[in-house]
């Protein structure tokens, strides 16, 4: 008896309906690897196996790890199952379902990790000496190696999320972290210029360090390297040292601020600060600050109606000063007599009297 076209069809529709189909569509952002879910972990032989760009799947035998996919669309024979043919004794070929886990591994980078030093890391600064430092950023991880990742780190989990690695990979970076610091001999003053180069070597430190559980660290980045409070504030007093200049201005500096703050207080303490910041001011500028120049004296003569000068007090008496002579400088309201003007008498006296008439 003979199957017609149209029966053909209709049985090649009905069991492509029945074949298997393992894929994964990952819904969610965080997990890193996924068990393909099987009442009792049985595939039918000539299942079609889906994976995406992304991801590798691997199988598992009994506990041992088998073969792996990588992206791609495959019809499962013995033919690419090898080594799981092997680990049945496959030999000459199978068709009935088998038994396997099927897990599905991430490949794609996980950017939403976080790290700090929950205690300050030491290190010698060529500059300060020991100092203490801490830091906090961002990086991100990979997985290389999904059979290593599975033997290492997953195991049996059923959905392995990046929080179960995460603390992990902290420990990894605190504990490289001091030492990568202390050889990259970058001053802590240079250490914000030089982030990105000092992310890089530790990007490359950790993915060396972490090839063994088949991870690697595309990107670690730096977002704040900070001293302790009490250096933060020396450093900005000696920044302040440095634009000012000198000591002496520095305490000038320092008492023209007490005294702007004492300046509001309306108790006797704030008073009594106010004042004495205001004598330290004074003493500063008088122990650095040589007195101003005295000012030259202007005077003017009017002789004969006509206005001579600027002169000094000696070349006013050169000019030919007498006591009739008018006489002016800033100061006076009006055009004087010379004898009423005190400041010229010595002058005055040095002037012979007008000579009798004839």
Do not use: C
């Amino acid at each position: 008896m003979t199957m017609n076209g149209a029966a053909m069809e209709l049985f090649t529709r009905i069991r492509d309906e029945f074949l298997d189909i393992v894929e994964w569509l990952d819904d969610s952002r965080d997990t890193m690897v996924w068990r393909f879910p099987r009442h009792d972990n049985e595939i039918k032989m000539g299942a079609r196996l889906v994976v995406r760009e992304s991801q590798v799947a691997v199988f598992v035998n009994e506990g041992r790890i088998a073969d792996a996919f990588a992206p791609g669309t495959y019809e499962l024979r013995t033919r690419n199952l090898p080594v799981l043919s092997t680990l049945k004794g496959w030999k000459h070929g199978f068709d009935s379902p088998f038994k396997a886990e099927v897990y599905f591994v991430s490949t794609r980078q996980f950017t939403d990790f976080k790290w700090g030093t929950q205690n300050p890391v030491m290190l010698r600064d060529p500059e300060f000496g020991p100092v203490r430092l801490r830091a906090f950023g961002a990086y991100s991880a990979r997985v290389t190696d999904a059979p290593k990742l599975l033997r290492e780190l997953a195991g049996t989990d059923p959905r392995f999320r990046t929080d179960e690695v995460e603390g992990y990979l902290r420990q990894m970076i605190v504990g490289r972290l001091a030492g990568a610091l202390a050889t990259a001999g970058v001053p802590v003053l240079d250490m914000a210029a030089d982030q990105h180069a000092m992310g890089l070597r530790l990007a490359e430190l950790l993915t060396a360090d972490l090839a063994g559980v088949g991870l690697a660290i595309p990107a670690f980045s730096f977002e704040n390297i900070s001293l302790p409070p009490e250096v933060e504030k020396a450093l900005d007093k000696r920044a302040q040292m440095g634009i000012l200049g000198d000591l002496d201005a520095y305490t000038r500096f320092q008492a023209a601020g007490a005294l702007e703050n004492a300046g509001g207080a309306a108790d006797g303490m704030g008073l009594g600060l106010g004042v004495a910041a205001g004598q330290h001011l004074a003493a500063g500028l008088s122990r650095s600050a040589p007195p101003p120049l005295p000012r030259q004296e202007q005077w003017y003569l009017g002789a004969g109606g006509e206005r001579r000068g600027p002169f000094d007090r000696p070349g006013l008496a050169a000019a030919g000063l007498t006591p009739d002579a008018l006489v002016w400088r800033p100061g006076l309201a009006r055009w004087t007599p010379a004898r009423d003007v005190p400041e010229l008498a010595a002058l005055l006296h040095d002037t012979p009297p007008p000579l009798p008439p004839s």
